[in-house]
């Protein structure tokens, strides 16, 4: 609890950067989401060298893809991130891009809740060993309903089974890019990818989720 409040600012400052950036203009999207991929790619970048540094051999580090192109996957993956809004007739559409996000904040933030209070089921994920079945079905259900509530009730951004699919698949797709950075983090042996951020460790680290949606979510919009 002594990083609660550093956290909590540092995590209402970065929402509020993301959420008006994407709606003030599309200059300013690009801006700060090209500054978020540099850094997040610097930021990995950083852990390959550990990796490198850290494995007993060359065998040893060239055994999998999985560390040895992380800086590419974080790159290309923001990349993926920043099309995704230009993809609605090559006009700007901030609530496209601007719902992924919410829907990926919910997720997280439901599943760390149900999972703290409610979790006892271990899923066994090896780089991520606190992870719990209450968390991420938690937190899937709250993705869920709140696809239904913002169709029905704030704005119709996707036709309605578009966004179902996106309030179900991105938890899922979300936890995959949780245990790939936590995978890579575990390989560099450090807790954070970085410290730019008090409370969360590095831009890395907060965008992991986002990261392994991003693929996800382009080929649903584009569908």
């Not at 192109?69 to 090559?90: A, G, H, K, R």
């Not at 036709?159 to 890019?177: Q, R």
């Amino acid at each position: 609890m002594i990083n609660f409040l550093p956290r909590l600012i540092t995590g209402i400052f970065y929402i509020l950067l993301v959420s008006l950036s994407i709606i003030y203009s599309k200059e300013s999207f690009i801006l700060v989401f090209t500054v978020l991929a540099f850094i997040a790619t610097y930021e990995s970048h950083q852990l390959w060298k550990k990796i490198k540094l850290n494995s007993s051999n060359y065998d040893d580090l060239n055994q999998s893809l999985v560390y040895r192109i992380p800086q590419y996957y974080v790159f290309q993956s923001m990349t993926v991130l920043v099309l995704i809004p230009f993809c609605f007739d090559e006009i700007y559409n901030p609530y496209s891009i601007l719902l992924i996000f919410i829907l990926i904040w919910i997720s997280d933030t439901m599943s760390y809740f149900f999972g703290s209070y409610f979790g006892k089921s271990k899923m066994k994920i090896k780089a991520s060993p606190n992870k719990t079945w209450e968390g991420f079905i938690g937190g899937l259900f709250c993705s869920i309903i709140f696809s239904v509530i913002s169709f029905n009730y704030i704005q119709e951004i996707y036709p309605f089974w578009k966004t179902i699919t996106l309030g179900f698949l991105i938890p899922i797709f979300g936890l995959f890019g949780d245990i790939y950075q936590s995978r890579i983090k575990r390989k560099a042996g450090v807790k954070d990818s970085g410290n730019i951020l008090p409370g969360h460790g590095g831009v890395f680290d907060r965008l992991d989720s986002a990261m392994g949606v991003s693929y996800i979510a382009m080929i649903i919009t584009l569908i």
